[in-house]
C-alpha cells in the first residue's frame, strides 16, 4: 500500500504546483508611446471586446507586469490586444500568443 500512496502523493504535488503556477502567470507591458495607456481591450475573434484591467494606468515610454485572469484558462492562447491611451484613441490591434514564455506586449507610435 505504502509503494503506491507514495508515488500518487509526489504525483498530486506536481500537479497542484502546476495549478497554483498557471493562476499566477504573469506578463510584461511595454508602452513605447509618447502617451500613457489608460487600459487594454482583449479579443479572441476581433470582435467580441474584454477589457483588461490595468490598475493606474502604464505612463509613456513605461513597462508594467500584469497577472492573468484565471477565468481564462480555458481560452485559446492566441489574443488581439489593443491600448486606450490617455487622451484618447487607441492602437490598432496586435495578436500575442499567451501561453508564449515570458511574453511582452509592446506597443508603440
Avoid at 58 to 83: F, G, Y
Amino acid at each position: 500500500m505504502h509503494k503506491i500512496m507514495l508515488p500518487l502523493l509526489c504525483l498530486c504535488g506536481l500537479l497542484c504546483a502546476e495549478l497554483v503556477h498557471a493562476s499566477q502567470y504573469t506578463f510584461s507591458v511595454g508602452n513605447n508611446t509618447d502617451r500613457d495607456i489608460d487600459s487594454l481591450s482583449a479579443s479572441q475573434d476581433g470582435k467580441g471586446w474584454r477589457a483588461i484591467r490595468v490598475s493606474g494606468g502604464i505612463p509613456a515610454h513605461s513597462m508594467t507586469e500584469l497577472r492573468w485572469n484565471s477565468k481564462a484558462d480555458k481560452s485559446a492562447c492566441v489574443w488581439q490586444v489593443k491600448a486606450q491611451f490617455d487622451k484618447g484613441g487607441e492602437s490598432a490591434a496586435v495578436e500575442f500568443d499567451f501561453c508564449a514564455a515570458d511574453l511582452v506586449l509592446n506597443f508603440t507610435d
